[in-house]
C-alpha cells in the first residue's frame, strides 16, 4: 500500500474511531439531560409549593422564571406577516434558512444541477442568497 493509502487508511481508521467514541457521548449527555429535567421538575414544583422567589444551593442562586414559545401556524402563516408589517416589524419578516437551504438543495436536485454548483443558480434568488460550497467527507457503515 502506497504511503498516501497509509496515510488516508490511519485517518479514516481513526475518523471512526472517533464517530464511535462521539456517539457514546452523545447517549451519555442525553441520559443526564433526562435526569437534569427530572430534577428539575422536582425543584420547581418545590419552589412553587413554597412561594420561594429565589433560593442559593449547591454555589447557586436559583429561581423559576417563565419562558414562553412562539409557533406560527401554516394556516395562517400570511395573516402572521401582514401583522408584522402593520407593527412595523418588517425586517422581522424572514425565511428561515434552512428551510431555503431545503427548498434550493430540492431544486437543484430536480434540475441535476452539479453537486458542486452553487443551489440558488437558476433560481429566483440566485445572486441574492449567500453559499458557502465545502467539501465534507460522509460515510456508510458497511460490514
Known amino acids: 500500500m502506497s504511503s498516501t493509502g497509509s496515510v488516508l487508511s490511519s485517518a479514516l481508521e481513526r475518523i471512526s474511531e472517533i464517530d464511535g467514541r462521539i456517539k457514546e457521548l452523545d447517549a451519555s449527555v442525553k441520559d443526564l439531560k433526562a435526569q437534569r429535567s427530572h430534577y428539575e421538575g ?5 419552589m412553587q409549593e413554597g412561594r420561594l422567589d429565589g433560593v442559593k444551593a449547591a454555589g447557586r442562586s436559583w429561581r423559576v422564571e ?3 414559545s412562539i409557533s406560527v ?6 395573516e402572521i406577516v401582514e401583522a408584522a408589517r402593520r407593527a412595523g416589524l418588517d425586517d422581522m419578516v424572514t425565511i428561515p ?4 437551504k431545503a427548498y434550493l438543495k430540492e431544486r437543484a436536485r430536480e434540475s441535476g444541477a452539479s453537486p458542486d454548483a452553487p443551489w440558488a443558480d437558476g433560481t429566483e434568488f440566485a445572486g441574492l442568497v ?11 457503515t458497511t460490514g
Open 42 to 46: 422536582v425543584a420547581i414544583e418545590a
Open 73 to 78: 401556524p401554516s394556516a395562517v402563516k400570511q
Open 66 to 68: 417563565t419562558e414562553h
Open 130 to 140: 449567500g453559499e458557502y460550497i465545502r467539501p465534507v467527507l460522509r460515510h456508510v
Open 97 to 100: 434558512t434552512t428551510s431555503l
